[in-house]
Structure formats: structure tokens, C-alpha cells
């Protein structure tokens, strides 16, 4: 590969895996309550669902290649998912009956505050299914096939999955800084690394990444139904 397309990438590649980082401490930290908040929280989502295509048509000037995979084959890729997602989403409810759970339940007025903050309180259901359904399915978009495709272009297979793993941990960092003391801030954001990497496994091996988006919204729905029962008790 020639050393300006590698240079391309990673001028793609790094305002990709550090900017919603960087802009979850302007929503999640810095503007508060401010409406600002909500601004930029919608404008970071904006992001993600069109950087990609700018990058690869006008910076990479690369056609965007489909793998040619029948309806059949991407629904296959769907047991694979929920064999991964449910056992996760399980182990969060056994989590909760235990002395994390407490942990995680002292959080309840910050959750509770912060829902109040972007103005999802009273529509947390109906932003809890969109978060699970559509959310997860953009995050694998720009995290497993943008992010991760990207990035086992210019190092290695594994490198990708740990690079792509950590950049899609980063702002969940910063969230989970807000709720819990860091110790436990970095315990739950390591779980949220290792589900990515295991979700960036599942898309190099499946080619698809319906198996992965499955996965990943059973594993939402798990955690916002988390968030439901922290801001209701």
C-alpha cells in the first residue's frame, strides 16, 4: 500500500476514534444542563453516520464494496449474535443481585439527574428502544465497519480488534466517570471494551454485520432496562 493512502487513513482514522471522546466531555461534562448539551449530543451522532461516507468518497476517493453475501448468509450470522448477546445481557442482570449491583444503584440520582439534564426523562423508554435498536446499529456501522475495516488496512488483524476495542471505549470512559468513582468507571468500561472486540470478531469472521448488531442491541436492552430501574426506584 502506497504511504499517502496509509497517511490518508489515519488522517481519517483518528478524528474518528478520538472525537466523540473529546465530545462527550462538551455533553456529558462540560455544558451540563445547558441546551447545548443536547445539541451536541444530536450533532456527534450526525457524525458518525456521515464521516464515514466522507472519508471513503472524498478523502479516500474509495468506492464503498458490499460484501456480496445472499439474505440468507446475513441471516445466518444472526444465532451467532444472540448466542454472544444473551449470555452478556444475563451476566448484567446476575451483576445487578450482586455487590455491584449496589454499586450501580447508588448512581440512581446522578442517572437520574442526567436524564433529567438532556431531556430524555420522560421518554426513557422510547429512548432506551432507540438507543438498542437503531443506536447500536449505527455505533457497529461506525465502529466495526468503518473504524475497524479501516484500521486492519494499515496494522494487523488483532491490532485492529485492540485499537477499535479502545476507541470505542473512550467516551464511555468519560460517561461512566460521571456516575462512578474511576476504579469502577474503568471496570465498566472495560466490559464495554471487551464487548466490542468481541463484536469486531464477529463481523471479520461473519463478513456481515447483522450478527453483530443483534448482539449488540440485546446487550442495550439490557442495559437500558438497567438505566429504567435506576431512575423509577
Given at each position: 500500500m502506497e504511504s499517502s493512502h496509509v497517511k490518508k487513513l489515519w488522517a481519517v482514522l483518528i478524528p474518528a476514534m478520538?472525537?466523540?471522546g473529546l465530545a462527550s466531555l462538551w455533553y456529558f461534562v462540560w455544558l451540563g444542563d445547558s441546551p447545548l448539551a443536547q445539541v451536541t449530543y444530536g450533532s456527534v451522532k450526525v457524525f458518525t453516520l456521515v464521516w464515514p461516507i466522507i472519508a471513503i468518497y472524498l478523502i479516500l476517493k474509495e468506492k464503498i464494496h458490499f460484501q456480496e453475501l445472499s439474505i440468507r448468509e446475513h441471516l445466518?450470522?444472526?444465532p451467532m449474535g444472540i448466542m454472544i448477546g444473551l449470555p452478556i445481557a444475563v451476566v448484567i442482570g446476575l451483576l445487578m443481585l450482586s455487590p455491584i449491583g449496589s454499586v450501580v444503584k447508588e448512581a440512581s440520582p446522578l442517572v437520574k439527574q442526567k436524564c433529567i439534564d438532556l431531556g430524555i426523562i420522560n421518554h426513557f423508554i422510547l429512548f432506551g428502544l432507540v438507543i438498542s435498536i437503531f443506536h447500536?446499529?449505527?455505533e457497529e456501522y461506525y465502529w466495526r465497519w468503518f473504524v475497524y475495516g479501516k484500521l486492519?488496512?494499515?496494522v494487523t488483524i488483532r491490532t485492529a480488534h485492540f485499537l477499535g476495542a479502545l476507541a470505542f471505549t473512550l467516551h464511555h470512559i468519560v460517561v461512566m466517570m460521571q456516575f462512578f468513582e474511576l476504579p469502577w468507571a474503568l471496570f465498566f468500561s472495560t466490559c464495554v471494551g471487551i464487548g466490542?472486540?468481541?463484536w469486531s470478531v464477529?463481523?471479520?469472521k461473519q463478513r456481515t454485520?447483522?450478527?453483530a448488531w443483534v448482539s449488540h442491541a440485546i446487550v442495550d436492552i439490557a442495559l437500558m432496562s438497567v438505566g429504567y430501574y435506576l431512575i423509577v426506584s
Open positions: 478520538l472525537l466523540p445466518q450470522s444472526i447500536s446499529l449505527l486492519r488496512e494499515v466490542g472486540c468481541f464477529l463481523f471479520q454485520l447483522v450478527g
